[in-house]
């Protein structure tokens, strides 16, 4: 019976030091921790009023190679994204940008809730350098007693690599 208890004693010990495995072998490795998000990059272009925000993200673009800048329209101030306005982006671009469209509308919307109206803007840059887009975009915010109709534009400049 002694035996036993000085058995089972030694079985918890090793079981408590990390598991029992022969001699020479190695530690199992530990996961290490998942590395943290990568910091978003700063808005291309930002457009702030009192009852809305305008921002363009656009990740570096190749040249020759499809690109979209996604344009986020958030309210500010007790405002939220009125779903219900026909939302529409005109588009332009430099010299040596091709738009996948001329226009955005509420039906191209990436995201559309009242939280946040998320569009795209494709586009395929020829050459590397700088290029130029824009963006006219015609929106309406609202609280629980109005609805406030905007335009502002958006200019911003795309590095192509």
């Known amino acids: 019976m002694k035996r036993l208890h000085w058995i089972l004693g030694?079985?918890?010990?090793?079981?408590?030091?990390?598991?029992?495995?022969?001699?020479?072998?190695?530690a199992p490795t530990p996961t290490p921790a998942p590395a943290?998000?990568?910091?978003?990059?700063?808005?291309?272009?930002?457009?702030?009023?009192a009852h809305y925000r305008l921002e363009v993200?656009?990740?570096?673009?190749?040249?020759?190679?499809?690109?979209?800048?996604v344009v986020v329209l958030t309210g500010r101030g007790g405002f939220?994204?009125?779903?219900?306005y026909p939302t529409r982006l005109a588009l332009g671009a430099?010299?040596?940008v091709q738009l996948a469209r001329s226009s955005v509308g509420k039906k191209d919307a990436l995201t559309l809730t009242e939280a946040v109206g998320r569009f795209?803007?494709?586009?395929?840059?020829?050459?590397a350098g700088d290029v130029s887009l824009t963006a006219q975009v015609s929106l309406s915010v609202c609280d629980a007693k109005q609805c406030e109709m905007a335009t502002a534009k958006l200019a911003w400049?795309?590095?192509v690599r």
């Open 10 to 26: 030694v079985g918890l010990l090793v079981a408590g030091l990390g598991g029992w495995r022969p001699v020479g072998a190695q």
């Open 36 to 49: 943290p998000a990568p910091t978003p990059a700063a808005p291309a272009a930002v457009v702030e009023a």
């Open 57 to 69: 993200h656009d990740a570096q673009a190749r040249a020759g190679q499809p690109q979209q800048a």
């Open 80 to 84: 939220h994204v009125n779903t219900e």
């Open 94 to 96: 430099g010299p040596g």
């Open 120 to 127: 795209p803007v494709d586009y395929t840059a020829a050459a």
């Open 157 to 159: 400049t795309a590095t």
